[in-house]
């Protein structure tokens, strides 16, 4: 990385009496670094500026709702006015921002310009759409925000069938939570198994044989070539292998790329994120980034434990003490009730093998090198009672 150096000293970082520490978006990473800030500094101004409704909910929430009862409204954690007398903060929602001059230390938004001490850049990521023929194309939708989950329960109204593109830990969720709302589920993704990206074969095939025994249909090895409204209202899916699948709604659950482009049009070091260093500062002076957007030391890791960790070490530096983040191994819970899993998988390029060992109603799948270290881990059902103890064995992220 080319700006490995520590945002100098703090003469040259923020002044309390300077231009608020401006920070784009309200997601986890928005709202816990405005947090993290306010603990350190009472008087701090901090702005706010999202192009959402600007309150507070937890995004891990959606995938879930349905078997915690709960429907869109209710999952709103706090209204925006709340978090803004709460934590002291100007928060300017339905507002974009569409330029950033570093140089001038300016941003420019849809309610005109603004000055920043320093600014945050917590903009999240958007879905991957896939190239997908057909008449209803433009009707498949993707659930990453607030807003996409509102519109997708407003859509599920009347219908009885979703179909599922992606076998990735947000597939596997979302199947779950919809065949526990009864139903009809079917799962699309052109590998071999579920959460093919985390989880050895056999893990991967015990958590498809617990889905599928509350209702979940797998179709693996293929893909989603087109989608078709027709005229009795279903969807009607072409796949890969020449068959079709009838449907009522398709959600697309196959990924998710950060959003790069106002950094990128603005001049900043953009790769797979937003290139930020150990101090997650960007190549230009005064301008941070964390969360899903950033690529912090390589690493992009859209989970909910690397913002908590990135935005602790953040506030100091914001306010004149560079503090590096460090990354502990960050084992992610997949939110299956049919089959709870935790997986911490190994990095990639790590060499050695899988040892999985059969628990009573789950597995524990270690995954150790050569000399016989623990370099990631998968636990299934009641073996993830051992994510503490064997988290603890693994090396860190980034230390
Ligand atoms: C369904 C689902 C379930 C999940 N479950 C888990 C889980 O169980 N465990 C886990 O660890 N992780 C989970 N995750 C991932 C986790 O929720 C995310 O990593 C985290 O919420 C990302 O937060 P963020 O603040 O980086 O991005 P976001 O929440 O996407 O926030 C980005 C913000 O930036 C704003 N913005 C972007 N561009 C602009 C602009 N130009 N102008 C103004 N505003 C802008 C947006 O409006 C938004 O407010 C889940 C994700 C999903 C989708």
């Known amino acids: 990385m080319s700006n490995e150096s520590a945002p100098s000293t703090p003469s040259e970082a923020t002044s309390l009496n300077a231009a608020p520490i401006v920070i784009i978006g309200s997601g986890l990473a928005a709202f816990t670094v405005a947090k993290e800030v306010r603990k350190l500094a009472p008087q701090q101004a901090i702005t706010l500026i ?12 959606l995938s879930n709702a349905f078997g915690a009862g709960k429907n869109p409204a209710q999952l709103i954690g706090s209204e925006q006015e709340k978090m803004a007398n709460q934590f002291n903060l100007e928060i300017l929602s339905h507002t974009d921002v569409t330029k950033i001059d570093a140089t001038q230390k300016t941003i420019e938004t849809s309610e005109g310009s603004m000055s920043y001490s320093q600014l945050v850049l917590a903009l999240g990521a958007d879905p991957i759409r896939l190239p997908i023929e057909g008449n ?41 939570d ?9 799962v699309i993704d052109p590998s071999a198994q579920a959460l093919g990206k985390l989880l050895p074969p056999i893990a991967g095939q015990k958590l498809q044989t617990a889905l599928a025994s509350v209702g979940v249909n797998w179709h693996f090895g293929k893909s989603v070539q087109s989608v078709n409204r027709l005229v009795s209202g ?22 998710l790329k950060p959003r790069t482009a106002l950094a990128a049009a603005s001049g900043i070091t953009v790769n ?10 960007a190549n230009l002076p005064h301008i941070f980034a964390l969360g899903d957007c950033a690529e912090v030391d390589g690493l992009v890791l859209p989970y909910v434990m690397p913002i908590m960790n990135a935005a602790r070490a953040l506030a100091p530096t914001l306010l004149g003490q560079p503090t590096a983040v460090n990354y502990p191994a960050m084992p992610v819970g997949v939110k299956t009730p049919a089959l709870p899993v935790v997986v911490s998988p ?7 093998q899988w040892i999985e060992t059969e628990t009573t109603d789950g597995l524990e799948a270690l995954f150790k090198d050569e000399d016989g270290n623990l370099k990631g881990f998968a636990l299934l059902g009641s073996a993830t009672s051992q994510k503490s103890a064997l988290t603890k064995l693994l090396p860190p992220l980034l230390a």
């Open 50 to 61: 999202t192009r959402e409704q600007g309150f507070f909910y937890a995004k891990p929430g």
């Open 272 to 281: 797979r994120g937003i290139v930020v260093n150990r101090y997650l500062q």
């Open 346 to 352: 190994p990095a990639i390029g790590q060499t050695g």
């Open 136 to 176: 209803a194309a433009d009707q498949i939708l993707s659930i990453n925000d607030w807003q996409d989950y509102a519109h997708f329960r407003q859509a599920l109204e009347a219908k009885k069938r979703v179909a599922i593109m992606g076998a990735g830990l947000i597939g596997c969720e979302f199947a779950n």
């Open 234 to 255: 279903s969807l009607e899916l072409g796949l890969s292998d020449n068959t079709q699948l009838s449907t009522d709604l398709l959600l697309s659950a196959v990924g």
């Open 178 to 186: 919809l065949a526990l709302a009864a139903y009809e589920v079917d």
